[in-house]
């Protein structure tokens, strides 16, 4: 479907738990085809797990910030927007305000954060 070249923009999206031999040659091997299709690359970074803060989010963020840089790509980081909503110090009421109950997903809040 990318090689059809019918896009402006195509979307790599990953999973909270990525590692970067997991996440760096994907990103470059479809960034690669995505351009030579025409189009242009976005990385869009979920937010990790609520048990996973602050390592999984911060993790997260360092791999789609370097990687964008390196590939010259825009990024959307919702790990790094809620980083920026908790604050340095989140009370655990705060915390969940993003979180759907499984404390996996993003609730209501959450998925506002991420548009």
Do not use: C
Request: aromatic residues 16%.
């Amino acid at each position: 479907m990318i090689a059809s070249g019918k896009w402006d923009y195509v979307v790599l999206q990953d999973i909270y738990y990525v590692e970067a031999a997991a996440f760096q040659p994907y990103a470059r091997q479809f960034h690669t085809l995505i351009k030579e299709s025409g189009s242009n690359t976005v990385l869009f970074g979920t937010a990790s797990i609520l048990s996973d803060y602050p390592k999984g989010f911060e993790r997260q963020h360092s791999l789609h910030f370097a990687m964008g840089k390196e590939l010259g790509v825009p990024i959307v980081d919702a790990s790094y927007a809620y980083i920026k909503y908790f604050g340095d110090k989140p009370s655990t009421e705060r915390l969940e305000t993003l979180f759907a109950k499984d404390r996996a997903h993003p609730g209501l809040w959450g998925s506002y954060l991420y548009s």
